[in-house]
């Protein structure tokens, strides 16, 4: 399996900008997909997640401005960001995972399929 990362950019606090994740090598329906972000400096953090079956799981920092979705169709995961801040300004990756259970959704580690990371910097 192999994950695509896009859509990053230089934007100003309040803007929006949409990234996206493209699977291939996979169907990618029968995924767990996430994206998590790395600020310099800090660890590799957890963003959102969309659970096969749809459900939507988000860290507290994002929820409420962010919103993961995925298109099985296209293979691909969507990450709308709303409202951005200065700190969110990340390198964002995505992840995929077949196996993964409830309470390890959060988790970095359990992340089989890595994207290469696509940076986003949000200026004041």
């Known amino acids: 399996v192999q994950l695509q990362a896009s859509g990053g950019g230089l934007v100003q606090a309040g803007d929006s900008l949409t990234l996206s994740c493209v699977v291939s090598?996979?169907?990618?329906?029968?995924?767990?997909m996430a994206w998590f972000r790395q600020a310099p400096g800090k660890e590799r953090e957890f963003v959102a997640a969309?659970?096969?079956?749809?459900?939507?799981y988000y860290a507290d920092s994002v929820k409420g401005r962010f919103t993961i979705s995925r298109d099985n169709a296209k293979k691909t995961v969507y990450l709308i960001m709303n409202n951005l801040r200065p700190e969110d300004t990340a390198v964002y990756y995505c992840?995929?995972?077949?196996?993964?259970?409830?309470?390890?959704?959060?988790?970095?580690?359990?992340?089989?399929?890595w994207g290469q990371g696509t940076q986003v910097t949000v200026s004041s």
């Open positions: 992840a995929a995972d077949g196996t993964l259970i409830l309470s390890s959704v959060r988790d970095a580690n359990q992340y089989d399929y």
């Open positions: 969309i659970w096969r079956s749809g459900n939507r």
């Open positions: 090598g996979d169907t990618g329906s029968r995924y767990t």
